[in-house]
């Protein structure tokens, strides 16, 4: 394999990719995608919340779903971290807590893929310690 | 935390709350005089002098989620326990700038662990944010910017395999040539 030293490197794996992949359509419209929200503050980071989004990253490519998977601050469950909102088109976030690897692959296969919920969701009626 | 990457990640949470646009790490190593120093400069909304000093109390957060704010505070006490230090620059409205100096040789000093993962991740999360990512040792000073990766991928999408990998790899490729201690 070549390596891969310099910008023009990874300029010429992205031309020879450009001809083999279909380009995501509705990357302008990210509310029909479904989204993945995985927590990185400070308790999540520490809890291995990075292992969590590298997983969804490398599985919903590998599987080919549509969805848009980002970082995002503290959702306040340190308790139960690591954290993800998934967001499906047309529904309302629920939030999961306790995602590891083995979690994560549950919510792509039942959640994401089938519209079922699985267990580990975080109540709606939580409350910050302001309310 | 048990990687200087973690608390990078960790603190570029900070900078995004802040509404940065454009983010600069710098990582310098110098075995002469035994540093190793990361500089996490941003321009957000910035702290006033008041937030300043309470921002390493580990009970002081700016956020309603919860009570506590740990990460500037970890950072210090990593930085401490391995014979360096944390410095925190920040004026409202003109950005903050965050240092840690580590002791390189100190046996406390954690790891820089996969950084490339973590500059992965956040372009990945942020790709409105100019993310810019500096490492210089003696032997020599490798750079890389989001800005030029989006300009080189155009339409083929960051979360592409082959792309991750091949960024995973220049990343590395370039940190082993210029022997940086990870």
Known sequence: ???????????????????KIKLRENSNHPEQLTQIKVGMATCGIASGAKETMKYFLE????QAIDAVVTQTGCMGFCYAEPTVEVILPNREPVVFGFVDKAKAQEIIDVYIKKGKLVDGVMPITFKTIDD | MKTISDHILDILQNSVTAGATFIEII?????????YTIK???????????????????????????????????????????????????????????????????????PMGN????????????????????????????????????????????????????????????????????
Not at chain 1, 1 to 19: F, G, P, Y
Not at chain 2, 46 to 74: C, Q, W, Y
């Open chain 1, 59 to 62: 599985e919903l490519e590998q």
């Open chain 2, 40 to 110: 996490l400069t941003d321009n957000g909304c910035g702290m006033s002098e008041e937030i300043l000093k309470k921002a390493t109390d580990p009970f002081f957060t700016s956020r309603n989620t919860r009570k506590v704010g740990l990460g500037l505070s970890l950072l210090k006490q990593n930085a401490e326990k391995a014979g360096g230090f944390l410095s925190i620059e920040s004026k409202s409205g003109a950005g903050t700038r965050v240092k840690a100096t580590f002791q390189l040789t100190n046996i406390d000093r954690p």
């Open chain 2, 115 to 182: 950084i490339w993962e973590v500059l992965y991740i956040t372009w990945v999360s942020y790709s409105s944010i100019e993310l810019k990512y500096v490492h210089e040792t003696e032997k020599g000073r490798f750079e890389i910017n989001s800005s030029e990766i989006v300009e080189i991928l155009g339409d083929v999408p960051l979360t592409n395999k082959e792309i991750k990998e091949a960024i995973y790899e220049l990343i590395k490729n370039n940190l082993k040539s210029i022997q940086a201690t990870i």
């Open chain 2, 27 to 35: 990582v310098d190593e110098n075995k002469k005089n035994d540093f």
């Open chain 1, 1 to 19: 394999m070549t390596t891969i030293k310099t910008l023009a490197d990874l300029r010429r794996i992205k031309e020879e990719l450009q001809s």
